[in-house]
């Protein structure tokens, strides 16, 4: 019997390096992967439809599920995550204190990327700073003209602008035209320019406070198939989960061998260690149980900001095959 031959686009990451050098096998597929950087396969996936399976933005996903039109079909797979306390950048001689973002522009690359979505839930809840509060200035990071992959309708109350079609967000921070930028790249002007720099003074110690107080380790991607293979082909969605889930396991073992690290940081091993001491020894969960409190904060976070014209439920996400695996 032939394998079903599949396109699969993601991220290179070593929760994936054993399916794209063979080590995994994905039952009844016959793989070609495409290893892309997200802002390309996102852009590929939701425009043209271009890929079987495919790494996805959770909040493009999320957005396109509220309007009943998504392409494809949720696997409990989360390619990212990130705490998003590094992601907000201010000029210090216009944001003193977080306070001082109220009245401000604030630059981003799109509204609905999920790390913006959780920055904004950051702002609101550490804060107080509503969307409403400020003008966002929509633009490329380092390349003008970037726009939206989606069409968002957002609450009148809240205020966007478009940066100049020969301008960048990084420039215009850079200069002072922009007081603040959020999104999940650095811009290139932070570390060169020193009055740019990140809002949270001690980003990794609020992030840890974070996941004490909310046990939220923040999803930003999430693995995507075709419905329509995966109505044709009801076992390729647990492959793909049993599959991927290996090789994340595989990629965790191997940063935690302390003879030769596997990642070019001093400190690995006490870094690891730490890790595992607050968030578990799998701190990296796939599956919808074990991630079912950060998916409805994020699900609720995407509707509070106008994203999701309704509330999306968890079980509209993934494939109703994932949500139970068997046990030996």
């Known amino acids: 019997m032939s394998k079903l031959n599949l396109s699969i686009a993601m991220g290179d990451y070593d929760r994936t390096r054993a399916l794209f050098d063979g080590d995994v096998q994905i039952d009844g597929v016959a793989p070609v992967f495409s290893l ?64 001082d973002l109220r009245g401000k522009r604030v630059g981003l690359p799109e509204y609905q990327l999920t790390a913006n979505v959780w920055a904004r839930a950051l702002l609101k809840q550490d804060f107080g700073i509503e969307p ?17 992959k989606l069409k968002v309708q957002l609450d009148a109350d ?74 044709q082909h009801p076992w390729l969605p647990v492959a793909l ?11 965790l073992q191997k940063l935690a061998d302390p003879s030769a690290p596997k990642a070019s940081l001093p400190w690995l091993e006490e870094q ?26 994020f699900l609720a976070h995407h509707h509070e900001q106008g994203l999701s014209r309704r509330r999306v439920q968890v079980d509209e996400l993934f494939a109703p095959s994932t949500y139970e695996m068997a046990k030996i």
């Open 132 to 148: 409403r509060d400020v003008t966002w200035v929509r633009g490329g990071i380092e390349h003008p003209g970037r726009l939206e």
């Open 272 to 297: 690891l260690a730490a890790t595992q001491q607050l968030m578990g020894h799998d701190y990296w969960p796939n599956g919808v149980a074990a991630n079912l409190a950060t998916l409805e904060a």
């Open 36 to 99: 892309l950087e997200p802002e390309e396969i996102f852009f590929r996936a939701f425009r043209g439809q271009e890929f079987d399976v495919s790494e996805l933005s959770l909040s493009s996903y999320t957005l396109k599920v509220s309007q009943g039109d998504c392409p494809y079909v949720g696997v409990p797979v989360f390619m990212s995550r990130a705490f998003r306390h590094t992601a907000i950048y201010v000029r210090s001689d216009r944001v003193a204190t977080p306070a």
């Open 241 to 251: 989960l049993k599959a991927f889930d290996r090789a994340k396991d595989i990629g």
């Open 158 to 231: 809240v205020r966007i602008a478009d940066a100049p079609e020969t301008d960048t967000l990084s420039a215009m921070l850079d200069r002072g035209d922009i007081d603040a930028f959020i999104g999940p790249r650095a811009p290139s002007c932070f570390g060169r320019n020193p009055q740019v720099r990140w809002l949270y003074a001690d980003p990794t110690a609020a992030s840890r406070d974070y996941y004490r107080r909310t046990r939220i380790f923040p999803i930003m991607h999430v693995l995507g198939v075709r419905k329509t293979l995966a109505a």
